[in-house]
Structures are given as structure tokens and as C-alpha cells.
């Protein structure tokens, strides 16, 4: 267990690595939380998948969250009659449909789109390989200039950086794998295209009249989102940096600082971050990354990510599980040198109530001073540990709860080692020579090794954490 990365791993599982042997071998290289992109694929198609990660969850004797990533509101381009030859200069004109029908006329499957945009506003597509400018609105018709580009496929993204006010942020088929996010229990759930806090609420609602209570990420991939982070944090449990289609919509040279400050605002409000997409790209063919690419994982977790995120190398690569070896031994050898910061002294944040964040600093603290091996933290829903994680301590910290859901969930937290034990009673010798027994057995500590503990009076598990204690195994 103490040989596991403090950085953890997010791997999308796809038709290269889906199958169970696969999944387990993904585990056993680093893998400690799966990715279902419900952009592909059925929903009975991944509904086998999860079961599949539970088999190995089982199988393994560990906890493994599962990330349901709904698709959102992508624009596309409608069938086209045939491919479309542009050149720099060129008028097109867009319109809402899903066949094209005038050869003179893309189609556009957004109804919203002569709403949405502005004269003189660029809109790209095909990931940003054709960038067009909006000459004038006419009616339901968008006339546009090729700026560059030279080939338009069908049913090819679209991104309108100015704004999509009029598309809801869930649609009909998200709110369909909601549902299966809730059926198949899910351990979280990513939003994707979020502009507000608005669209997270929204979720919410979804969420709740199907009775459940998913974690929400939100994914930061639009520039209104950027603006809006602030908020965006105030009501979600974590955020990814989904750095694809936000390189399309801002400028790709501001992409490394919008970065750095989303993962400084996660710190701040105390919420996870998970940076994403490309990180391993060439593994996608290539057996090895660029150097390019090993200092750009090796910078995101220097950033404060708490996870790492691997996509089409995992879900679709010719070598997903050497794609989580790589990103494993990256983060291994950051986190062993001397730039990571550790015990960071946070300040109080108004959001989450003060004893809990003051105990968690003082543990913190505490381990550093006494030279303790761990941090030992009672929880139920993960609310303490939570508040440790963001505060990087230098030691490991040991999450006991007496909920599974919660043991899945803290394992996407960066350096949590969760422990499924029912231990709702008083802290006395009895429950002290549990907690002797655990970490002699299932850790590398030893017997006089200190270990700092932290809970709550009287109850252990239901309460709110108010006290800390410094613990030497089997000293009594």
C-alpha cells in the first residue's frame, strides 16, 4: 500500500482496454480510477464495463471509482452531401439542420447558432484545423469567411468560443446516462461544457429526482467557465482541466496559465483537480511518450494536480497499460524529488467550518514535528480527509470508514489509502489495538512507529472531527 504514486490516475477505458484481464493489468500498473466517456459507445456496452472493474475491484481487494463522463452539448456539423473544399477567403454559409439539402449551405445540428454569434467572431471546427469568421447574420443564416483550413467533413466538432447561451448544458442523452450513472452506481460524474455554476445546479436537480447524490466534475473547457471558476468550485466536488476542447476555444499559448490558476483556485476551496487530455498522446501509436509530453504530466502534478488523466491512450492506444506505467513512473520520480511542496499551510477558508480545518492542520503538523509515519483519519463521508489531502501532507494519510461508497470516492483524493472498517465506537485500548493490528498488517510500519489519529468525540464515524491524538503502536 505505501508503494502506491501520492498522484493518482485516471484511465479511460475503450475498446483497447475493456476487457477484464486488461482492466486488472491497468490496476496493477498504477490505474487508480476508470473513465466511462459515454460520447461512445451504448449504455449496455458500459454498463458490462463497470462490471467488469467491479469483478477486479473484488478480485484485487481494493476500492475503484468510476467516472462517468457524460458527452454534453457538442455542435456539429450535419451530414454533408459530400466533403467541402475551402480555401482562405471563401464564403460559407451556416444554418441549423442535420442534412445538407443546398449545396450552398453547411448545416449545423444547433438550432441556436445564428443566435449565438457575432459579427466579426471566429468560430472553429475539426478541432480547430478551420477557423472561419462571421461576416453577417440573415435571419436563421450565418455567413462566414474561411480564415484558414481546406478540407470540411461531415459531422465534425464545432466550438463557438463567444458563447452557447441557447444549448442546454444537458441534453436529452445525458440525462439518459444520468440515470445509468445512478442504476450502475457511479462514483462521480463529469459535466462536460459547463459555462456556470447554473449548469452544475442543474446536474444537481437531475441527480437528486433520480435519489441520488453523485460527486460532480466539471469539466473546464470553455472560456466562460475560466471566468466563471470561482462559483464553479463553490458548488461542485472537483474539476478537470479538460485541456482539448479549451485549447480550441482560448488560444493555446494561455492554456498553461489558465491551468496553473484553476489548480491554485482548487486548492483555495479545498476541491479536486484532475488535468486532462493529451498528456501521453503519441502512446496512442508509439510504445514511449515524447519528452515533451513526460515534462508535461511531470508539470501538472508540480502544478498541485491530484490526478492525472489519460484518454485515447488508454481507451483506444496500442499501449494503454505501458501508457499508466509511464504516467506512474513520472509521478513517482516528481514526487520523490525536492520541488514538490509538502505540509502547505492553507488559510482558513469560510466555506467549511473552522474546528475540522484547524484539527487537519494541526495533524499536519503534528506528523511533520513528531516524525510520524502516517496520519490516521476516521471519516463517513470523507469530509476530513478531504480538508487533509489539500493540505499535502508529507506523510501518507489512512481514511478509515464504514462506508464502501466513501472508500471508492477517496481514492481519486492525492495520497489517500482507504480502509472499509466499521469501527463506530468510543477510542479506547480496544480500538486502539485494531488500529495496532491494521497497520501492522497491512503496512510497513512498525511496532514504537507513530502514527498521528484524528476523529471525532464521542463517535467516531458520525461526528464531526474535534480532536487529534499522537498514537506509538503497540506502546500500551
Not at 462517468?68 to 456539429?76: A, C, E, T, Y
Request: hydrophobic residues 45%; charged residues 25%.
Amino acid at each position: 500500500m505505501m508503494k502506491k504514486n501520492k498522484t493518482k490516475i485516471v484511465a479511460t477505458l475503450g475498446p483497447a482496454s475493456c476487457e477484464e484481464a486488461t482492466i486488472e493489468e491497468l490496476v496493477l500498473s498504477g490505474a487508480t480510477m476508470f473513465r466511462i466517456n459515454t460520447s461512445h459507445n451504448t449504455a449496455e456496452a458500459h454498463a458490462e464495463t463497470i462490471k467488469r472493474i467491479r469483478n477486479v475491484e473484488k478480485k484485487l481487494k481494493t476500492f475503484i471509482p468510476v467516472l462517468v463522463d457524460l458527452q454534453g452539448p457538442k455542435i456539429r456539423v450535419g451530414n454533408l452531401i459530400e466533403p467541402i473544399a475551402i480555401e482562405p477567403g471563401k464564403e460559407l454559409v451556416l444554418e441549423y439542420g442535420l442534412e445538407q439539402t443546398d449545396p450552398n449551405i453547411v448545416p449545423v445540428d444547433y438550432k441556436g447558432v445564428a443566435d449565438d454569434v457575432h459579427e466579426g467572431e471566429y468560430i472553429l471546427l475539426d478541432d480547430g484545423k478551420i477557423k472561419i469568421q462571421v461576416v453577417a447574420k440573415e435571419g436563421s443564416k450565418v455567413r462566414v469567411k474561411v480564415i484558414n483550413g481546406e478540407l470540411l467533413k461531415p459531422r465534425k466538432g464545432i466550438n463557438i468560443p463567444g458563447g452557447t447561451k441557447s444549448l442546454s448544458a444537458i441534453t436529452e442523452r445525458d440525462v439518459d446516462f444520468i440515470k445509468f450513472a445512478v442504476d450502475n452506481d457511479a462514483d462521480y460524474l463529469a459535466l462536460s461544457f459547463v459555462r456556470d455554476k447554473d449548469d452544475i445546479l442543474l446536474a444537481k436537480k437531475y441527480l437528486s429526482h433520480f435519489g441520488a447524490d453523485i460527486p460532480i466534475v466539471a469539466k473546464i473547457e470553455k472560456p466562460e467557465a475560466v471566468k466563471n471558476i470561482n462559483s464553479i468550485l463553490n458548488v461542485v466536488d472537483a474539476v478537470m482541466v479538460a485541456r482539448g476542447d479549451l485549447g480550441i476555444e482560448l488560444a493555446p499559448e494561455k492554456v498553461p496559465m489558465v491551468q496553473k490558476m484553476i489548480v491554485d483556485e482548487a486548492f483555495a476551496q479545498r476541491k479536486t483537480c484532475i488535468v486532462a487530455t493529451q498528456m501521453l498522446e503519441s502512446m496512442i501509436e508509439n510504445p514511449i511518450p515524447t519528452r515533451a509530453e513526460a515534462s508535461d504530466v511531470a508539470n501538472a502534478i508540480l502544478d498541485g494536480a491530484d490526478a492525472v488523466m489519460l484518454s485515447g491512450e488508454t481507451a483506444a492506444g496500442k499501449y494503454p497499460v505501458e501508457a499508466v506505467k509511464m504516467m506512474a513512473m513520472i509521478a513517482h520520480d516528481v514526487e520523490q524529488s525536492n520541488f514538490v511542496s509538502y505540509n502547505l499551510d492553507l488559510p482558513m477558508n469560510p466555506d467549511y467550518e473552522p474546528t475540522p480545518q484547524a484539527v487537519a492542520a494541526a495533524a499536519v503538523k503534528m506528523a511533520n514535528d513528531l516524525g510520524a509515519k502516517a496520519i490516521l483519519a476516521f471519516t463517513h463521508t470523507g469530509y476530513t480527509v478531504k480538508l487533509l489531502s489539500k493540505l499535502r501532507p508529507s506523510v501518507p494519510v489512512l481514511a478509515i470508514s464504514d462506508s464502501e461508497k466513501s472508500c471508492r470516492k477517496l481514492n481519486l483524493f492525492w495520497d489517500m489509502h482507504p480502509y472499509l472498517k466499521d469501527w463506530d465506537v468510543v477510542l479506547n485500548d480496544d480500538l486502539l489495538k485494531k488500529i495496532d493490528k491494521l497497520l501492522l498488517e497491512k503496512t510497513e510500519f512498525k511496532k514504537d512507529d507513530r502514527v498521528i489519529i484524528i476523529g471525532s468525540i464521542p463517535k467516531l464515524i458520525t461526528g464531526r472531527t474535534n480532536f487529534v491524538r499522537v498514537h506509538r503502536m503497540c506502546a500500551f
